[in-house]
């Protein structure tokens, strides 16, 4: 069997995105690695029993790589990545109530309820429950 390991998510600034990631949504930090010269290896993922094996690696977001990626995806008002929640509006209420910006606050799109954040380090980022 095939599962994902891990995916990436390019941020302006590793340890600024380190901080947001698990001190303002959550996450549990994986892997801290300083790699020399102000490089950081990071990874979160889900806190301790949700879905162990997934990490997410905050990865620098400078290149001729993720730099077109990222201000395309802004542009278009695209999150980088989705995460599902079991409730979208508790959600938005808790992240906003600690100063979390949104870009769009909870509605319904199709089979989820969803609410998109700026995660401070360039992107944003989408929250969505399913229905029912």
């Keep these: 069997m095939i599962k994902v390991a891990m995916t990436s998510v390019y941020v302006d600034d590793v340890a600024k995105a380190h901080a ?3 001190e303002v949504l959550g996450f549990e930090t ?3 690695m300083d790699l020399g010269g102000g490089s950081l290896f990071v990874t979160v993922g889900a806190p301790e029993g949700a879905q162990r094996d997934l990490q997410l690696l ?4 400078q290149g001729p790589i993720a730099e077109p990626y990222r201000a395309a995806l802004r542009e278009a008002a695209l999150p980088c990545i989705v995460f599902s929640v079991d409730d979208v509006q508790a959600e938005f209420e808790r992240l906003r109530g600690l100063g979390v910006r949104f ?3 909870p509605q319904e799109q199709g089979p989820v ?3 998109v954040l700026d995660d401070t380090v360039g992107n944003f980022v989408q929250l969505a429950q399913p229905k029912g």
Excluded at 58 to 61: A, D, H, K, N, T
Aim: glycine fraction near 6%; avoid cysteine; aromatic fraction near 12%.
């Design 113 to 115: 309820i969803s609410a």
């Design 58 to 61: 905050l990865e620098p977001g």
């Design 103 to 105: 870009a769009q606050e």
């Design 20 to 22: 947001f990631y698990t």
């Design 30 to 32: 994986r892997m801290h």
